[in-house]
């Protein structure tokens, strides 16, 4: 009988202990289901013995001993884990905030670069951009024969600004390259104005009326280049800018940055397609054109 009861106080008195020992390390999760999966081991343990001829003492510091070397290595690896600090996490690199215009957009660098030159020219920067144009070379060859290219077609305002470095390689001093203003289709008897920078005199820009299909001269208007802008390139591989500003019924013509003056055709057209363009007046003659935009000013 007190073996029995020795085996039965055994694992109430390790069960005790253990939960002391649990309270006394803290509320951690893992300890404390830890514990309880010991002393369902002891209690198991000690009534698998209950039949055995075991001095109940020597049971009861047995069990002791181990609950409380189990519990003193938990106890010893909560405090640890209490001691290595939980790391600070490292904050994520600040989102660069772009600079927002007066409208609350973020604006292109390119429409920056744009406004920039317009207002250089004393032209007003309202509007927007119609196009920024890959570099394209156009060649033509014969005699009167002209070519144009325009990736983006379709026609444009009445009001708007075109611009282009133009790299050249002509025949002839009347040959051309340029700009196709206005045109009204791409029919062989559509209308426009052939806008060309030539090499005749010291550089000059010819401003063709080709009214259903044919050039008429006797509408055709020169602004002389040299001067004012003595910086104009007459060579081959010469580089020159040309900035045309569409207004209604007059187009005002800078090269190089210097204003020309302005053009008033005889013959008005309406809003039409813009194009780049070659002129040859025999051999070939090739441009290439760069740094090339539309902008599509607001009506006044």
């Known amino acids: 009988m007190r073996k029995t009861l020795f085996h039965l106080l055994a694992p109430l008195f390790t069960l005790l202990l253990l939960t002391s020992l649990a309270c006394a390390v803290g509320g951690d999760d893992d300890f404390q289901v830890t514990v309880a999966a010991l002393g369902d081991l002891v209690v198991a343990t000690a009534t698998a013995r209950a039949d055995d001829e075991v001095d109940p003492a020597d049971l009861l510091a047995t069990a002791e001993a181990s609950a409380t070397e189990v519990v003193q290595t938990l106890e010893s690896e909560a405090a640890t884990r209490a001691a290595i600090p939980t790391p600070t996490p490292i904050p994520p690199p600040p989102t660069p905030v772009p600079l927002p215009t007066d409208s609350g957009e973020i604006e292109d660098p390119a429409v920056t670069a744009i406004k920039a030159e317009l207002v250089s020219l004393g032209i007003p920067d309202s509007g927007r951009l119609g196009w920024l144009h890959e570099p394209v070379t156009v060649a033509a060859e014969g005699a009167g024969q002209f070519a144009g290219v325009n990736d983006f077609g379709g026609p444009v ?144």
């Open 157 to 300: 305002t009445e009001n708007f600004v075109i611009a282009s470095d133009i790299v050249w390689e002509a025949a002839s001093g009347s040959s051309g390259c340029g700009f196709m203003l206005r045109t009204s289709s791409a029919a062989a008897d559509s209308s426009q104005y052939l806008l060309l920078a030539t090499r005749q005199g010291n550089g000059q820009i010819q401003m063709l009326p080709r009214l259903v299909g044919a050039i008429v001269p006797e509408q055709a208007v020169v602004l002389e280049v040299n001067p004012p802008d003595a910086g104009f390139s007459l060579e081959d591989g010469g580089r020159n800018r040309l900035l045309v500003v569409a207004n209604g019924p007059s187009l005002f013509v800078f090269s190089n940055g210097v204003p020309l003056g302005e053009i008033t055709p005889a013959t008005p057209l309406g809003p039409g397609g813009v194009a780049f363009i070659a002129l040859s007046d025999g051999g070939p003659t090739s441009c290439q054109f760069e740094n090339s935009w539309l902008w599509l000013q607001d009506p006044e």
